[in-house]
């Protein structure tokens, strides 16, 4: 899938802008705080429901206006089919249409638009808590496996209503019902997450040009659960929460279990964030990206949307060399941002060229 048509209406400095895109590599040039990353951040609405800046949609509407609209053309390259679809969202409300009809759901909307962002702030995934690096994964999972989003939100419903027992006397009685419930769901969320780190680790081998001076990382999920603890055995996760019992009930919530799991980044066997510079991070963390985005897009028609903001940011010559290299060879739609300056040059001269100025955005001819 990729995106013939965005318009943008409200999303920070920009107040109205109509992209009409390149099925390939799109760039996106300006000054600082021209609006290029505002562009990226409502794609960013229209595929996940909010910003990679802020969580607070208030933030990201237009300062003096109400409501902000992303609305965009896919193309499905595999069926030909195209239609329209859009997202708009005020403090209170969100509205989604696809195809024409209203969509009460996010998850649907997102299945529409498979979109990677990379931006400065990216290399979290590396070097921040495990939030991050669960719902990278989980990302995947949700694009290659058609049942995942259930499964996920029935575990995030659950755990809610666990953690009310465990908070709460007066609901206590509920406790052992939910806590079966969370064990049921641990063995299938695991074995999502394996089967999507799988699906990643072969999509890494896309960016070995990247990960050339740095190696391949070593990938390791951990369960949410001490080591050794089987989470596909139900007798010992029973067991296990009978133990921990007193625990959880002094706490006031669930300490272990998929919720708490992790995705362990390693070089040479010790975590990278230990061992990488920054400069390594980003590499580490791009590689990262573009192989979740290879992955995803292994589905139907084989194409997703990367979108790069501030390209340049901590990559040298060699490195920018090496990721315009791994990225020329894909098929996915490009959308790449920076400042007109030389890092850019080899994008320029195969990519459709808009200028962006004070929140405006002009096709170059
Ligand atoms: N809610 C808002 N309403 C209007 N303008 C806003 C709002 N929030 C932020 N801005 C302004 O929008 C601009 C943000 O631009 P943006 O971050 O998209 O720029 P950019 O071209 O990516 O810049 P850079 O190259 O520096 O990263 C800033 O000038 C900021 O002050």
């Not at 969370?182 to 799988?198: D, E, P, W």
């Not at 603890?229 to 272990?256: N, P």
Request: hydrophobic share 40%.
């Amino acid at each position: 899938m990729w995106l013939s048509r965005v318009s943008v209406d409200y999303c920070r400095v920009v107040t109205h802008a109509e992209l009409s895109l390149a099925e390939r590599v799109n760039v996106l040039y300006g000054d600082n705080a021209s609006g290029k990353s505002s562009v990226l951040e409502a794609l960013s609405v229209l595929s996940r429901g909010r910003s990679f800046r802020t969580p607070r949609i208030a933030e990201l509407i237009s300062r003096g206006e109400t409501e902000l609209t992303v609305a965009a053309t896919v193309e499905n390259g595999l069926s030909g089919a195209r239609y329209p679809l859009g997202i708009s969202k005020s403090m209170t409300d969100t509205r989604i249409r696809i195809n024409h009809a209203d969509v009460p759901q996010q998850a649907e909307l997102s299945s529409h638009v498979p979109l990677t962002l990379i931006h400065p702030g990216s290399v979290e995934l590396v070097t921040g808590s495990p939030t991050a690096r669960r719902a990278f994964l989980d990302w995947i999972a949700f694009y290659r496996f058609a049942d995942f989003n259930m499964a996920w939100r029935q575990y995030q419903r659950v755990l809610k209503q666990r953690n009310t027992c465990l908070r709460d006397p007066r609901q206590r009685q509920a406790l052992p019902q939910w806590t079966q419930q969370l064990i049921s769901l641990q063995t299938v969320l695991y074995r999502y997450r394996v089967s999507a780190l799988a699906v990643l680790q072969e999509a890494l081998q896309n960016t070995a040009e990247l990960l050339a001076a740095l190696g391949t990382p070593q990938l390791h999920l951990s369960s949410g659960f001490p080591q050794g603890v089987d989470v596909e055995d139900e007798t010992t996760l029973q067991q296990f929460f009978r133990d921990k019992a007193e625990q959880e009930l002094k706490q006031g919530f669930s300490l272990y279990g998929a919720h708490r799991a992790d995705l362990h980044i390693m070089l040479d066997t010790i975590p990278a964030v230990r061992v990488a510079s920054r400069g390594q991070l980003k590499i580490l963390t791009v590689s990262l990206l573009l192989a979740q985005s290879y992955a995803i897009a292994e589905t139907g028609t084989k194409r997703g949307i990367i979108a790069i903001d501030d390209l340049a940011a901590e990559l040298d010559e060699q490195n920018q060399q090496a990721l315009y290299n791994t990225l020329h060879t894909t098929q996915q739609q490009l959308l790449i941002t920076g400042t007109h300056h030389q890092p850019l040059k080899n994008w320029v001269a195969d990519a459709k060229v808009f200028h962006v100025k004070h929140g405006q955005v002009f096709a170059s001819a």
